[in-house]
């Protein structure tokens, strides 16, 4: 089993800046994707970005391209998603997930094997 833990949402103005990390624990793996997710009351769960643990290849949604940065730290087992520019459409509540797959970076939330319980961002006109 792999425990997925989020931090560092939280409420910001909109143009402002929020960091959210993500740390992994439990079963470990060499070759996986780990990626950040977010759903709004009432909405499907959206890709927003990933990344491939081993190579550090990135992906993003459109709509946060340019915006959000993922990173993540090999050492210490955490993702981290840099979000800047923010916008009221960017509240959600954001999940990070582990995708046990190695490549590519798959955007469907349904084949991600584990989740963490989310933390929320809310941007304020």
């Known amino acids: 089993q792999v425990q997925l833990v989020e931090s560092g949402g939280g409420l910001v103005q909109v143009g402002g800046s929020l960091r959210l990390s993500c740390a992994a624990s439990?079963?470990?793996?060499?070759?996986?994707?780990m990626g950040w997710f977010r759903q709004s009351p009432g909405q499907e769960r959206e890709f927003v970005a990933g990344?491939?643990?081993?190579?550090?290849?990135?992906a993003y949604a459109d709509s946060v391209k340019g915006r959000f940065t993922i990173s993540r730290d090999t050492f210490k087992s955490t993702m981290s998603l840099q979000m800047n520019s923010l916008k009221p459409e960017d509240t959600a509540v954001y999940l990070c997930?582990?995708?046990?797959?190695?490549?590519?970076?798959?955007?469907?939330?349904?084949?991600?094997?584990?989740w963490g319980q989310g933390t929320q961002v809310t941007v304020s006109p």
């Open positions: 439990g079963r470990t793996f060499s070759r996986h994707i």
């Open positions: 997930a582990v995708d046990a797959v190695p490549w590519p970076i798959r955007r469907d939330p349904a084949v991600y094997d584990y």
């Open positions: 990344i491939a643990w081993s190579s550090g290849s990135t």
